[in-house]
């Protein structure tokens, strides 16, 4: 079984379009995250929810909207999207919220292209 | 949020040990050292973390500097699917990562 999911896996989309990217953990997790990869491969934070609540919230345009429906989702909404939204996006999970022991998993990634 | 610094790339033969070092000068008493590796077109994926003491487990070991400004990833025995980017990181509140530019680590037959 899949420990942490995303769909789709690849994401050809235009330029101002409204896109959702979803994400599934069955780990039991009480925390969820989401990274942007940048074609640079630097990894970034984006979001990091903790029982559906918001708690971390780095500077990411107000375009990008996390919605976590159960503590076991949290799918990224994306508007107008744009061509630097051209990225892997990655979900991940841990145990804990604010115990910087705790170990997260990664999801396999979603590349978004936006042409 | 601290920093590390990590050598860009390194290289290895297959069944020899690598270390790999990280530099995090800034560290906070607090501050975990996690690493972290991500394999080709794949998420990352934990490795292990310490905060004081040397750290072993079924993967790696890693070494901590007695003043915690430094720290060292070693796998004992490279194979060719531990070619991966190995990202050090010092896990602050909420748990949040901040990564860097990693180590990318060759291995050759």
């Known amino acids: 079984d899949t420990a942490v999911s995303q769909t789709p896996k690849y994401l050809v989309t235009q ?6 990217i979803k994400c599934e953990q069955n780990l039991g ?20 929810y903790n029982n559906k609540e918001l708690i971390i ?38 145990q804990e919220t604010g115990a910087s022991t705790d170990t997260q998993y990664f999801g396999p990634g979603t590349r978004l292209t936006v042409l | 949020d601290a920093k590390t610094t990590q ?29 972290y590796r991500q394999l080709p077109s794949q998420g990352p994926e934990y490795v292990i973390h ?3 003491s040397n750290v072993n487990n079924r993967m790696a070991s890693l070494a901590i500097a007695e003043d915690r400004k430094s720290s060292t990833l070693i796998l ?33 037959p």
Not at chain 1, 15 to 20: A, I, L, Q
Not at chain 1, 32 to 46: E, G, R, T, V
Not at chain 2, 83 to 104: M, P
């Open chain 2, 76 to 108: 004992h025995r490279a194979t060719l699917r531990d070619a991966a980017v190995y990202y050090c990181i010092l896990a602050g509140g909420y748990n949040k990562l901040i990564f860097g530019a990693g180590t990318r680590l060759a291995v050759h």
């Open chain 1, 29 to 48: 997790h009480d925390t969820m995250y989401w990274y942007k990869q940048d074609s640079k491969k630097f990894l970034k934070i984006m979001f990091s």
């Open chain 2, 7 to 35: 050598p860009n790339s390194m290289e290895s033969n297959e069944e020899e040990p690598v270390h790999l070092p990280c530099n995090h000068s800034t560290i906070s008493g607090t501050d975990y050292i996690h690493w």
């Open chain 2, 50 to 52: 310490g905060l004081t």
């Open chain 1, 57 to 94: 919230n780095e500077t990411v345009p107000n375009r990008f909207s996390p919605k976590s429906p159960d503590k076991a989702h949290l799918n990224l909404h994306i508007n107008s999207l744009e061509l630097g939204d051209s990225a892997v996006y990655f979900c991940a999970s841990s």
């Open chain 1, 15 to 20: 330029m101002g379009n409204d896109k959702s």
